[in-house]
């Protein structure tokens, strides 16, 4: 994993006061600044191959992104490998996904988790694939580990639909979640149900949706051909690098700084007010895979 030597305005901002800072630094020099802090590796993988003209998956090609993104975010160069790192042939998995008829998670990527979980020695029985109820399927009930798997979109609640909103359907009441633009999303993460169990995140971004103007919108006006996925094993660093290209994407679209509304800052919060995974884009190792054509990034 990369390694971040800590720049003058961290240390500064860091240190109990500026002036206390700034008299450290003029007597220790460039010393103070060598030390490491890790980042957050996130891996985004682009196929220009990934959608066809209508939109619809290559179940070949997407096999492929995750497999680089897996291998790639784990420094495995074999990717079966590579998932023996986070799944155990005992393990039973969910595969969380998000079914909104619009924009679903598509099956070419449910089927490539699915089988990567069954090459680390999961046995078929044992593996789950649902959004809606997995409070009452046998085998998210009884998962030891889960996938997280969804599309980036606008949603009218929360500014973004990310993968920290796809586990709200592990709460037994979804709509004390919703107050306050949904800024208390990653209290979802620790529920009992949840808590510690997520070995993998993958933001589906084939086609996101950047814009919309009410409650399940959609317009395909506002989706656009970025053929990637955004893999990695903290969904606030994931759900962190989503948001900043669906940003870049409405200033290219709009021709000015239009910020999402609401907010998605229920990201960020994740973060500075839950502590449950890095959003700020200086600390995350973001590593750049294929298509490279229009990163907005």
């Not at 008299?23 to 600044?33: E, K, N, T, V």
């Not at 196929?47 to 070949?60: R, S």
Request: charged share 25%; hydrophobic share 40%.
């Amino acid at each position: 994993m990369k390694e971040q030597v800590k720049t003058r305005r961290e240390f500064l901002k860091q240190s109990a006061s500026a002036a206390a800072a700034t008299a450290l630094y003029l007597s220790l020099g460039d010393r103070i600044f060598g030390a490491i802090e890790k980042k957050t590796r996130v891996v985004l993988v682009r196929h220009e191959g990934a959608i066809d003209d209508l939109n619809k998956p290559n179940a070949d090609v997407v096999q492929k992104m995750l497999d680089d993104a897996v291998t790639a975010l784990f420094d495995i160069s074999d990717p079966v490998e590579a998932w023996k790192k986070i799944i155990k042939p005992t393990d039973t998995v969910g595969i969380k996904t998000n079914v909104w008829r619009y924009l679903p998670t598509t099956s070419a990527v449910e089927n490539a988790l699915k089988k990567r979980v069954m090459d680390a020695g999961v046995s078929e029985d044992a593996i789950g694939i649902r959004d809606r109820g997995v409070l009452y399927d046998p085998v998210f009930k009884k998962a030891t580990a889960l996938i997280n798997a969804r599309p980036m979109r606008t949603h009218y609640w929360s500014g973004v639909g990310t993968l920290l909103k796809n586990y709200i359907m592990f709460s037994d009441n979804p709509p004390s979640y919703h107050p306050d633009t949904c800024a208390d999303l990653a209290k979802l993460w620790f529920l009992p149900n949840v808590k510690g169990k997520t070995r993998l995140n993958v933001l589906v971004m084939f086609t996101p949706l950047f814009h919309g103007s009410g409650p399940h919108h959609f317009n395909p006006q506002y989706i656009w051909a970025y053929k990637g996925l955004i893999v990695g094993t903290d969904p606030v660093a994931v759900d962190s690098v989503g948001v900043r290209i669906l940003q870049s994407k409405r200033k290219l679209f709009f021709k000015e700084d239009r910020p999402l509304n609401p907010s998605p800052k229920h990201v960020f919060l994740a973060d500075t007010r839950h502590h449950l995974g890095t959003a700020d884009p200086e600390k995350i190792d973001l590593q750049i895979l294929g298509w490279k054509k229009d990163l907005l990034i």
